[in-house]
């Protein structure tokens, strides 16, 4: 391979190790986060409340069961 031939351009991959301050990139990363934080918070919420349904339903029936003939 000739020395004219050889590329000197680095690709994304050659990156991987640097991780200096780049304050475009925490901006956006902060932007999509106080973007999505309300969402998540919302369905873990909704998700917490789903997981105790089951719980409920069993002490209605030993309930009912107990007060039914």
């Known amino acids: 391979m000739d020395v004219e031939s050889q590329s000197t351009n680095t690709s994304a991959d050659d990156k991987t190790e640097d991780f200096c301050e780049n304050p475009t ?4 990363a902060e ?3 106080c973007l999505l934080k ?3 918070d919302t369905l873990d ?25």
Do not use: F, N, W, Y
């Open 25 to 28: 990139r925490d901006a956006l």
């Open 38 to 40: 309300p969402t998540i």
């Open 45 to 69: 919420e909704r998700v917490a409340a789903c997981s105790s349904i089951p719980v409920k339903i069993k002490a209605q029936k030993k309930h009912a069961s107990g007060v039914l003939p």
């Open 31 to 33: 932007g999509l986060m």
